[in-house]
């Protein structure tokens, strides 16, 4: 399993547990994660963030569309991950909104459990969210080698085709996906 960690949010303590426990039972879930608090640069609870998916679709190009047209803030990134299905894919890209492209090749490789617990508290700060920054500051962020300029809507779309068609769907799938 991974976990990636961020040095702004935190996490509930029994999350690991809670997730292991669902991906042993469920060799079709390759990612887990709980529902979100946002909290201020305090660590005070400013809401609980509902549009996160469980993306349970049994076909690949299902899930793949749920994860484009449902995930907005990707808190299911910060959910524990079957590392075999994230070794088969390109990682997280270096350019706004790469993380997505990412939960995309994931969501064709298998399915993401919403667990119903709080087991994130993801902070929402300047300089602490990525979506309070502009585009040319979000850039920067995401590569500090970027010069700054680029297709980044082309680079994506790109990228998703790419994506697609390296899974190991059948013909059906992919052209679905």
């Known amino acids: 399993f991974f976990k990636w960690a961020s040095a702004n949010d935190s996490c509930?303590?029994?999350?690991?547990?809670?997730?292991?426990?669902?991906?042993?039972?469920?060799?079709?879930?390759?990612?887990?994660?709980?529902?979100t608090c946002l909290i201020d640069a305090e660590g005070n609870e400013l809401a609980l963030y509902d549009k996160d998916p469980d993306v349970m679709e049994a076909r690949p190009s299902d899930r793949l569309i749920s994860v484009r047209t449902k995930m907005s803030m990707?808190?299911?990134?910060?959910?524990l991950i079957r590392l075999d299905a994230l070794r088969n894919t390109r990682l997280d890209r270096l350019y706004p909104g790469g993380d997505l492209t990412l939960m995309a090749e994931l969501a064709?490789?298998?399915k993401?459990?919403?667990?119903?617990d709080v087991?994130?508290?993801?902070?929402i700060t300047e300089g602490a969210a990525?979506?309070?920054?502009?585009e040319r500051e979000?850039?920067?962020?995401?590569?500090?080698n970027s010069s700054g300029r680029g297709f980044t809507t082309w680079r994506r779309h790109a990228d998703s085709i790419w994506s697609v068609l390296?899974?190991?769907?059948?013909?059906?799938?992919?052209?679905a996906a």
Do not use: I
């Open 74 to 79: 990707n808190n299911a990134q910060c959910g």
């Open 108 to 110: 064709m490789r298998g």
């Open 12 to 35: 509930e303590r029994t999350m690991l547990a809670k997730c292991v426990a669902v991906l042993r039972t469920d060799p079709e879930v390759v990612l887990c994660y709980g529902r």
């Open 119 to 123: 087991l994130l508290y993801r902070r």
């Open 130 to 134: 990525s979506r309070l920054l502009s």
């Open 138 to 144: 979000l850039r920067a962020f995401v590569d500090p």
């Open 166 to 175: 390296r899974t190991p769907l059948d013909s059906k799938e992919k052209w």
């Open 112 to 116: 993401f459990r919403l667990l119903p």
